[in-house]
């Protein structure tokens, strides 16, 4: 992909300066997590504080081990592997000049996770890059398609 960068007269010659964006290289992720096979549970039982908290909790090995009695590469039983977190590479980043909160999103605006996080419910693999490009313009199309405040103030510090 191509991004225009702009255009500078510089003693009487036009420079035109486009820039390549790559993709972010995929990062691998501590458990080969199947989300396709938790389809029968709401995100937010893992993904806990989505619904109520501006920011949505990532799983940890103590809430797998509710319901599992292994997880791949631990022993869920295991009280020192429980109690230890899972180091998942967040893979989906709002810039620290916009302020979001999940519970806005998927309590009041009742939007489903799909939205921004793209077809979780299919996936037989962890994420390695984000599924959904979350930019000014996906945030601005959606809160037109929506009919949401469109105010800098209401998303920018």
Excluded at 42 to 55: D, I
Excluded at 65 to 76: D, L, N, Q, V, Y
Excluded at 120 to 147: K, Q, Y
Aim: some cysteine.
């Amino acid at each position: 992909m191509f991004r225009w960068v702009g255009v500078a007269l510089v003693t009487g010659i036009v420079a035109v300066a486009w820039v390549v964006v790559l993709p972010p290289s995929p990062v691998g992720q501590p458990i080969a997590f199947p989300h396709a096979k938790h389809q029968g549970l709401a995100c937010t039982v893992c993904h806990r504080g989505a619904a109520t908290t501006a920011r949505a909790g990532i799983p940890n090995a103590a809430l797998c081990a509710k319901c599992h009695s292994t997880i791949p590469g631990r022993a869920a039983t295991d009280t020192a592997q429980r109690d230890q977190p899972i180091k998942w590479v967040q893979v989906t980043h709002v810039p620290d000049h916009v302020m979001f909160s999940h519970r806005r999103h998927v309590t009041l605006a009742k939007l489903d996770c799909e939205s921004c996080h793209g077809k979780m419910r299919e996936r037989m693999t962890p994420l390695g890059i984000a599924p959904v490009r979350l930019d000014m313009n996906t945030c601005l199309s959606c809160h037109r398609r929506e009919g949401a405040a469109e105010d800098c103030a209401a998303c920018h510090r």
